[in-house]
């Protein structure tokens, strides 16, 4: 057995899948994660009922591909991928995380960029860097260059030494990015990464992401409510609903690489999306 079995806070109730051997293997297009017909319950405020947060949700996400989850506030994005991530437990269906193509065995290197930076905030900016790196076991003499390399790509360079309260919560969201990537991971889950930055700074970051995503090819699960950042950032899109959460909509962007922000079919798309976005959501509302 080689893929994973997602995650062991599951409950008994859900069946637990063990993939075989990447069947795959060698191919592109090998499954990161797949999620199968997961639903997820939460107790209701001030009740000993249970509301469904999400509901049956399919999805697939192929090695090396940017995978966006476009949904309203409070739908479900960040359990989502905090029930991939492990921090949650999860109700119905299976999650699957697959080892990386050709790495048989050897368990993904995953990386989570919450929605709020969670910082340790009693280490400065390179020692919470350090504090994934050595996790990760990463060898001790990567890291100085790890750390450099990181915060000179999130604008952070000469603030190794600061610590995180001294920091305005935009440059903190940015030690939180430069933390995750310094792990160089395999699968890197960002939940609305870019929404405390001031727009000019999102649209760098956004840039240097697609440089990245060019380099080091990770796999990325992408949530944010911005359908513009989606289209423009992402392989596919999956657009939930809300009450309980579904996925309505999968779109694939295929427009190649490097994309441009005034791309007419982007744009189109965008305005295609939004509209049918608006549709569904105050249907539900
Ligand atoms: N630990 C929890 N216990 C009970 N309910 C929760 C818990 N975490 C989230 N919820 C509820 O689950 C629903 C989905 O929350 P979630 O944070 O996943 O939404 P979201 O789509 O990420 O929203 P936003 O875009 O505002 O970040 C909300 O109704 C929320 O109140
Ligand atoms: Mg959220």
């Known amino acids: 057995m080689s893929a994973y079995r997602a995650h062991n806070v599951q ?5 637990v899948v063990i993939a075989e051997e990447p069947a795959t293997q060698n191919l592109t297009g090998s499954a990161a994660i797949t999620i199968d017909r997961l639903t997820k319950r939460f107790p209701s405020p001030g009740s000993g009922d249970e509301f469904v947060v999400l509901h049956d949700i399919s999805l697939m996400v192929h ?7 476009v949904g309203p506030s409070g739908c479900g994005k960040s ?4 029930v991939i991530a492990g921090i949650e437990s999860y109700d119905g269906g299976t999650v699957t995380i697959h080892p990386k193509a050709g790495r048989s065995g050897a368990e993904p290197r995953i990386a989570y960029v919450f929605q709020n930076p969670r910082l340790l905030n009693w280490l400065t900016v390179e020692g919470n860097i350090h504090f994934v790196l050595q996790a990760q076991n990463v060898p001790r003499q990567k890291w100085g260059e790890l750390v450099a390399k ?4 999130v604008g952070l360079a000469g603030q190794e030494r600061n610590y995180p309260l001294n920091l305005s919560g935009g440059m903190q969201q940015r030690v939180a990015i430069a933390r995750a990537l310094a ?3 395999d699968i890197l889950l960002m939940d609305e990464p870019f929404s405390h930055l001031d727009a000019i700074t999102a649209r760098k970051m956004r840039f240097d992401l697609m440089e990245i995503l060019t380099r080091a090819k990770p796999t990325i699960l992408f949530v944010t409510h911005d359908l513009s950042e989606a289209v423009f950032l992402s392989d596919n899109i999956y657009m939930m609903s809300t009450k309980p959460a579904r ?3 999968r779109v694939a962007v295929d427009v190649p690489r490097p994309r441009k922000l005034d791309d007419s079919t982007l744009f189109d798309l965008e305005k ?7 549709s569904v959501v ?3 509302a």
């Open 282 to 284: 105050e249907a539900k």
């Open 272 to 278: 295609s999306l939004v509209r049918e976005f608006f």
């Open 150 to 153: 990181n915060l000179e790509m």
């Open 11 to 15: 409950r008994s109730d859900s069946e």
């Open 63 to 69: 090695e090396g591909k940017f995978v966006s989850i």
């Open 183 to 185: 792990i160089e991971p």
């Open 79 to 82: 359990t989502l991928l905090n």
């Open 247 to 249: 996925i309505f909509k």
